[in-house]
């Protein structure tokens, strides 16, 4: 999976590997720069995962805060849910059912609410705090 620039990675015990590049370019530009390299915006299915990725974006010395570009996506047709975790977004790739379809509640902090509507399709990445650590979320 991809987070774009210089590139640090991290692989996982499952086999996943992460990579981050570091670039300021809209989720769409993301997207096509992961497939380029033969992947795709990265997925996070549980907590391990999530450690491996913010493991990752401090080996990268990225500037803090700051937001990458993961798989969330949320289309025009689904619903904000405050009571989901991951409030109506889902992973980009389920729907051929490679990416998890839900998240467990530990992977439901966002650093701020995604805006209420079933009308506007959008995206979401990761935002990690200044020092790391527990300072993370999604964010719309």
């Known amino acids: 999976a991809c ?12 086999g996943a590997c992460f990579s981050a590049h570091l670039a300021n370019v809209s989720y769409a530009e993301a997207r096509g720069a992961c497939g380029q390299r033969g992947g795709g915006l990265a997925w996070v299915s549980g907590e391990a995962e999530l450690q491996l990725l913010l ?26 849910d405050a009571w989901r975790p991951l409030r109506g977004f889902s992973w980009e790739g ?36 200044a020092g790391g650590g527990p300072g993370w979320g999604w964010r719309e």
């Open 55 to 80: 493991g990752l974006l401090a080996e990268a010395a990225a500037p803090a805060p700051s937001l990458f570009w993961v798989g969330l996506k949320r289309d025009a047709s689904a619903c904000t």
């Open 3 to 14: 987070a774009l620039g210089r590139a640090a990675v991290r692989c996982g015990a499952a």
């Open 94 to 129: 389920s729907d051929d059912g490679a990416a998890p379809q839900e998240a467990p509640a530990a992977l439901g902090r966002w650093a701020k609410e995604p805006v209420r509507s079933c009308i506007t399709a959008r995206c979401a990445g990761l935002q990690v705090a």
